[in-house]
């Protein structure tokens, strides 16, 4: 009853987008042909705003981490209006003739006298009136969707409320009935679709819940739009919305994973990307994929991490090796100071006397180096300090690595270099904080550096060494190492990294290959309720329906059905059709459902797509059905 096909020659009408299409079709057996048939409503939700990471002003996190204003963040008070707002397109122009080309192309399969929905941002309202315009659809209003709380923003006002473009085909009004319980253009509809009832049953997630960003983890309680997030691709993508309301139910669930000792909360239906290995006796002799709520995962079953995607381009095609492995140690036994009265800043690295191969990798690498033995004032010490006298370096690993040992940092330009590259970072740092203890088979190091724990993690699969990291709070009593008083009380971050193999030692799984991209899979230690009350939070992001946490892959948020149900309820009959040509997570689908009508439904992200179907069997508790070739 529900099919998902691959692009086929069917959608040969539809190939103005830039990508190839797959359909998602909802009942299509019905439909002949591979037609929509006689369509009543056309709904879309493409929205086209893009937001950059370093648009927004600084803020306290960048204050506390030593940023200087306009390192990383800029202030556009000054220049609001001249904000970019055409993700993944050039300019303005180029965005409305990519609208007029979909509307146009969905045109022939949709009844005259249809009614045409399409949600989309404030900030480009403009353009989607122009592309209706010319594509011969006439506007008649705009729905405005009014949410239980606003989103979080740098907006001077956050948005509370959504629009939506309502209108027909010139000349051809479409049918109109009655809906019982809403008659205005202001539609009051909660995450669940129960109006002005925020009763916490959208999936969310405690505000302390770490979500991996290209900063590092960040509680997602801190985030907000523009950020980028780590998504199901192996790639960091933009917030467009942080969401925040009341949770009244009793308790969350509590998830640990193996591989770190950080837990994630959330609510019972926050759905995860589990794979749940089927078994006999104690060995695993298959498994499946699904997205499972928190509520139905058990212990034994495994989050899914993506691995890093391989990059395109190299960001520094000038830069070999050997200054990437110069990188890394820097990034363990680095720091930038000042030679006399100067005003350069030069790299300088801690190490010991014995690590004579990493003094000559660093004399071979710059043209001019000093050392000095700590012994010269008269410290007894095993250690040796060297400067290479450099200050464009300084400013290149500042700039890509941070200063501090606590605000060490790798930025995404250095996490998208080749994978030759990314392994000499990692082996660079293994050699100042790394050791092999012993002859077992992996390695392991620290670091005080949540954001610097973090980046390694992910770099480590992406050259092939699964890495495990455990945060250790410093002892209560403070005590003395070689007669030095300890003076830190910073946690610090243990991580091990083991050779990537399709088992671990134990025999368990911790490598799947699943719709062509490589996972990283973490056992899970225990799932557990525990009591709550207070706001919970959530996000939506752009270009995907996921976003990681401390445990695993996550998905985000997803429009309330009621929504696409009060168009199909003022424009169709039981048994009507309707068009969703950018589906996302299938809210359309699901509101087609229930009200006994039926849905085409279009997306162009395979994985957009998953989640729609599952999402639609859990619903109805029926099996999808995939089918390829000639839809119908």
């Known amino acids: 009853d529900c099919q998902a096909s691959s692009p086929s020659t069917s959608e040969s009408e539809i190939t103005s987008s830039p990508r190839n299409l797959r359909w998602v079709c909802h009942r299509s057996s019905s439909l002949g042909n591979g037609g929509v048939g006689r369509t009543r409503g056309f709904s879309t939700g493409c929205y086209g705003v893009g937001y950059d990471g370093t648009n927004h002003p600084q803020n306290q996190r960048d204050k506390a981490q030593g940023r200087a204003p306009g390192d990383q963040n800029r202030d556009w008070s000054e220049d609001y209006q001249d904000l970019d707002a055409w993700d993944h397109f050039k300019d303005q122009a180029e965005f409305e003739q990519f609208l007029v080309r979909v509307f146009g192309a969905a045109l022939p399969h949709v009844a005259e006298d249809a009614a045409w929905y399409t949600w989309h941002a404030s900030a480009t309202s403009d353009s989607f009136r122009k592309a209706w315009l010319e594509a011969g659809i006439r506007y008649h209003q705009t729905i405005t969707w009014v949410k239980p709380t606003h989103v979080l923003g740098f907006a001077m006002w956050n948005y509370r409320s959504e629009p939506c473009l309502m209108g027909w085909r010139q000349g051809h009004k479409p049918p109109v009935y009655q809906v019982a319980d809403e008659s205005s253009n202001v539609w009051e509809v909660d995450w669940e679709g129960k109006a002005r009832c925020t009763d916490g049953l959208h999936p969310c997630l405690h505000p302390e819940a770490h979500v991996l960003t290209e900063a590092g983890y960040r509680p997602i309680q801190t985030l907000t739009v523009g950020d980028k997030v780590y998504a199901d691709d192996g790639t960091f993508h933009r917030v467009s919305a942080v969401t925040c309301h009341p949770y009244k139910s009793s308790d969350l669930v509590r998830i640990v994973a193996k591989g770190g000792n950080t837990p994630t909360l959330s609510s019972d239906n926050h759905p995860f990307l589990i794979w749940r290995p089927t078994r ?353």
């Open 280 to 632: 006999q006796g104690s060995k695993i002799t298959g498994g499946e994929v699904s997205w499972l709520r928190a509520d139905q995962l058990q212990a034994g079953d495994y989050t899914m991490t993506p691995v890093l995607a391989e990059p395109k381009l190299d960001p520094f095609p000038e830069k070999d090796e050997e200054y990437w492995f110069l990188f890394g140690l820097y990034l363990a036994q680095g720091h930038l100071q000042k030679a006399g009265h100067g005003k350069n800043r030069y790299p300088v690295f801690a190490l010991h006397k014995k690590r004579q191969d990493l003094l000559s990798r660093i004399a071979n690498h710059w043209e001019s180096t000093s050392e000095y033995d700590t012994n010269d004032y008269g410290v007894i010490s095993q250690g040796v300090t060297v400067m290479a006298f450099d200050p464009t370096s300084g400013e290149e690993f500042e700039e890509l690595g941070g200063s501090l040992a606590h605000a060490k940092r790798i930025t995404a330009e250095v996490l998208w270099l080749p994978r030759a590259k990314r392994l000499a970072v990692l082996r660079g740092w293994l050699n100042g904080d790394g050791c092999r203890v012993h002859n077992r088979n992996y390695w392991q190091g620290k670091t005080t550096s949540p954001d610097l724990a973090a980046h390694l993690a992910l770099l480590g699969p992406s050259v092939g060494y699964r890495t495990n990291v455990y945060r250790y709070e410093p002892p209560e009593q403070l005590g003395t190492i070689q007669g030095r008083q300890i003076l830190s009380q910073r946690p610090e971050y243990h991580l091990y990294f083991y050779e990537l193999e399709q088992m671990d030692r134990r025999g368990r799984s911790t490598l799947l290959e699943h719709e062509g991209h490589q996972y990283i899979l973490r056992y899970v230690k225990s799932v557990e309720r525990v009591p709550y009350e207070g706001d919970v939070w959530n996000l939506s992001v752009e270009g995907s329906p996921t976003f990681q946490t401390a445990v695993g892959m996550s998905h985000n948020t997803q429009k309330p059905t009621r929504l696409f149900e009060l168009p199909m309820l003022k424009h169709t009959r039981p048994g009507g059709i309707c068009l969703e040509t950018f589906a996302g997570s299938g809210s359309q689908l699901i509101a087609a459902e229930r009200l006994g009508r039926r849905c085409f439904a279009v997306e162009l992200n395979p994985r957009f797509c998953d989640v729609i179907v599952q999402r639609w069997e859990q619903f109805t508790g029926q099996t999808a059905v995939r089918v390829t070739g000639e839809a119908g």
